[in-house]
Protein backbone atom coordinates (compact mmCIF):
# COMPACT_ATOMS: atom_id res chain seq x y z
CA UNK A 1 0.00 0.00 0.00
CA UNK A 2 0.99 3.35 -0.60
CA UNK A 3 0.80 6.40 1.00
CA UNK A 4 0.08 10.06 -0.28
CA UNK A 5 0.87 12.74 1.74
CA UNK A 6 0.40 15.84 0.45
CA UNK A 7 1.13 19.03 2.19
CA UNK A 8 1.76 23.48 1.86
CA UNK A 9 -2.02 24.69 1.74
CA UNK A 10 -3.32 27.62 3.47
CA UNK A 11 -4.49 31.05 2.89
CA UNK A 12 -3.50 33.13 0.13
CA UNK A 13 -4.48 36.25 -1.01
CA UNK A 14 -5.27 37.05 -4.82
CA UNK A 15 -2.20 37.05 -6.72
CA UNK A 16 -0.66 35.40 -4.32
CA UNK A 17 1.42 31.98 -4.96
CA UNK A 18 1.46 28.42 -3.23
CA UNK A 19 3.84 25.44 -3.67
CA UNK A 20 1.79 21.79 -2.99
CA UNK A 21 3.35 18.76 -2.28
CA UNK A 22 2.81 15.37 -2.88
CA UNK A 23 5.21 12.32 -0.94
CA UNK A 24 4.98 9.17 -1.61
CA UNK A 25 5.68 6.53 1.18
CA UNK A 26 6.71 3.76 -1.30
CA UNK A 27 7.79 3.18 -4.67
CA UNK A 28 9.04 5.17 -7.25
CA UNK A 29 7.24 7.95 -8.58
CA UNK A 30 8.87 8.50 -11.53
CA UNK A 31 7.77 5.03 -13.59
CA UNK A 32 3.86 6.06 -12.68
CA UNK A 33 1.45 8.42 -14.10
CA UNK A 34 0.76 11.31 -11.36
CA UNK A 35 -1.64 14.15 -11.43
CA UNK A 36 -3.49 16.99 -9.32
CA UNK A 37 -6.92 17.89 -9.01
CA UNK A 38 -9.27 19.54 -6.84
CA UNK A 39 -12.84 20.38 -5.70
CA UNK A 40 -14.82 23.34 -4.74
CA UNK A 41 -17.51 23.21 -2.50
CA UNK A 42 -20.48 22.38 -4.69
CA UNK A 43 -18.94 21.36 -7.94
CA UNK A 44 -16.91 18.42 -9.52
CA UNK A 45 -13.70 17.04 -9.31
CA UNK A 46 -11.34 19.26 -11.67
CA UNK A 47 -8.61 17.63 -13.83
CA UNK A 48 -5.76 20.58 -13.02
CA UNK A 49 -2.60 18.70 -14.75
CA UNK A 50 -0.30 15.61 -15.20
CA UNK A 51 3.26 14.48 -15.42
CA UNK A 52 3.69 11.31 -17.41
CA UNK A 53 7.08 9.12 -16.45
CA UNK A 54 8.98 10.75 -18.93
CA UNK A 55 8.60 14.15 -17.02
CA UNK A 56 6.22 15.72 -19.96
CA UNK A 57 3.92 17.67 -18.40
CA UNK A 58 0.24 19.08 -19.48
CA UNK A 59 -2.50 21.34 -18.09
CA UNK A 60 -5.74 21.88 -18.14
CA UNK A 61 -7.02 25.61 -20.06
CA UNK A 62 -8.34 27.07 -16.89
CA UNK A 63 -4.57 26.45 -15.18
CA UNK A 64 -2.08 26.56 -17.91
CA UNK A 65 0.72 29.46 -17.88
CA UNK A 66 0.13 29.70 -14.09
CA UNK A 67 0.22 26.45 -12.37
CA UNK A 68 3.05 23.99 -12.72
CA UNK A 69 4.10 20.17 -11.84
CA UNK A 70 7.31 18.88 -11.46
CA UNK A 71 8.62 16.16 -9.41
CA UNK A 72 12.16 15.87 -7.19
CA UNK A 73 13.20 11.68 -7.78
CA UNK A 74 15.34 11.73 -4.92
CA UNK A 75 12.63 12.68 -2.08
CA UNK A 76 9.86 10.94 -4.35
CA UNK A 77 8.22 13.96 -4.47
CA UNK A 78 5.45 15.76 -6.69
CA UNK A 79 4.74 19.07 -6.81
CA UNK A 80 2.57 21.87 -7.50
CA UNK A 81 3.76 25.15 -8.00
CA UNK A 82 0.72 27.80 -8.42
CA UNK A 83 1.26 31.23 -8.81
CA UNK A 84 -1.14 33.99 -9.53
CA UNK A 85 -3.71 32.37 -7.55
CA UNK A 86 -7.48 33.94 -7.42
CA UNK A 87 -10.56 33.13 -5.69
CA UNK A 88 -12.05 31.12 -7.92
CA UNK A 89 -8.58 28.77 -7.01
CA UNK A 90 -10.03 27.79 -3.70
CA UNK A 91 -10.45 24.19 -3.52
CA UNK A 92 -9.13 21.05 -1.37
CA UNK A 93 -6.74 19.95 -3.72
CA UNK A 94 -5.79 16.27 -4.29
CA UNK A 95 -2.64 14.46 -5.77
CA UNK A 96 -2.94 10.94 -7.39
CA UNK A 97 -0.52 8.67 -8.43
CA UNK A 98 -0.70 5.52 -9.96
CA UNK A 99 -4.07 4.46 -8.77
CA UNK A 100 -3.13 5.88 -5.34
CA UNK A 101 -5.35 9.39 -3.57
CA UNK A 102 -4.01 11.78 -1.17
CA UNK A 103 -5.77 13.14 1.35
CA UNK A 104 -6.46 16.58 -0.47
CA UNK A 105 -5.23 20.02 1.25
CA UNK A 106 -7.42 23.09 1.54
CA UNK A 107 -6.26 26.10 -0.14
CA UNK A 108 -8.25 28.86 0.56
CA UNK A 109 -7.21 32.81 -1.79
CA UNK A 110 -9.60 35.53 -0.13
CA UNK A 111 -8.30 39.16 1.21
Known amino acids: QVQLMESGGGLVQPGGSLRLSCAAS????????AAWYRQAPGKEREFLGR???????SYADTVKGRFTISRNIAQNTMYLQMNNLTPDDTAVYYC?????WGQGTQVTVSS
Open 96 to 100: TIDRY
Open 26 to 33: RGSIVSKL
Open 51 to 57: IIPSGET
